[in-house]
């Protein structure tokens, strides 16, 4: 997927696009770097929507 495609996909179905990919052992990193967006920003646009990255949990965003 590219980022345009991501950016058009609603904040749910990012988060679960993220979660499959960080459940594949994925690191944000290379989502980020895939997608051709910054991690930073993926993180700030999924907190803005109450969903929070945890470390505990394998990478996860949860709510």
Known sequence: M???????????SQ??????????GESLRKISDDLKIQ???IRLRFRK???????????IFII
């Not at 929507?49 to 990478?59: Q, V």
């Open 2 to 12: 590219d980022r345009r495609n991501f950016d058009k996909l609603d904040v749910n």
């Open 39 to 41: 991690r930073k920003t």
């Open 49 to 59: 929507n109450n969903y929070e990255f945890n470390k505990e949990k394998i990478n």
């Open 15 to 24: 988060v679960e696009y993220v979660n499959k990919k960080l459940g594949k």
